[in-house]
């Protein structure tokens, strides 16, 4: 009886699905302005994932870990960013299998938002 109890276990362990590995990247947010909503979606998609804050504001001068499931298919990930008021920015192509952080910066006189990553 304890072969087939043994037998059982190691059939269930040979077809078990593999959880998805967990990535993680930190967003600084410098940009003067507090950030509302940031999202990510791998750079194939077509939809955004859920807002990654929830009802939290990543305020000026503060950071974030994000936690994402790491994608087998792709290290490219798009990223985008909404403020309180509404403006928005976004990131194509980010390869988030080799970045840490993504630190945001503003510039007025432009009025582009960059991303620095390392």
Not at 3 to 22: D, G, I, M
Not at 33 to 43: C, F, K, Q, R, T
Not at 47 to 61: F, K, N, R, S, Y
Not at 76 to 87: R, S
Request: include cysteine; glycine fraction near 6%; charged fraction near 20%.
């Amino acid at each position: 009886m304890k072969n087939y109890a043994v037998l059982a276990a190691l059939a269930a362990a040979a077809f078990a699905v593999p959880a998805q590995a967990e990535e993680v990247f930190t967003v600084i947010n410098k940009t003067g302005y507090d950030i509302a909503e940031v999202y990510i979606a791998p750079s194939r998609s077509n939809d955004w994932e859920e807002d990654i804050l929830g009802q939290d504001v990543l305020t000026d001068g503060a950071r974030t870990n994000i936690d994402f499931a790491k994608s087998e298919d792709t290290c490219n990930w798009d990223m985008k960013v909404v403020y309180t008021d509404g403006d928005n920015a976004a990131w194509q192509g980010l390869n988030l299998c080799e970045i840490s952080s993504v630190e945001l910066h503003y510039n007025a006189s432009t009025g582009k938002t960059s991303a620095l990553t390392e």
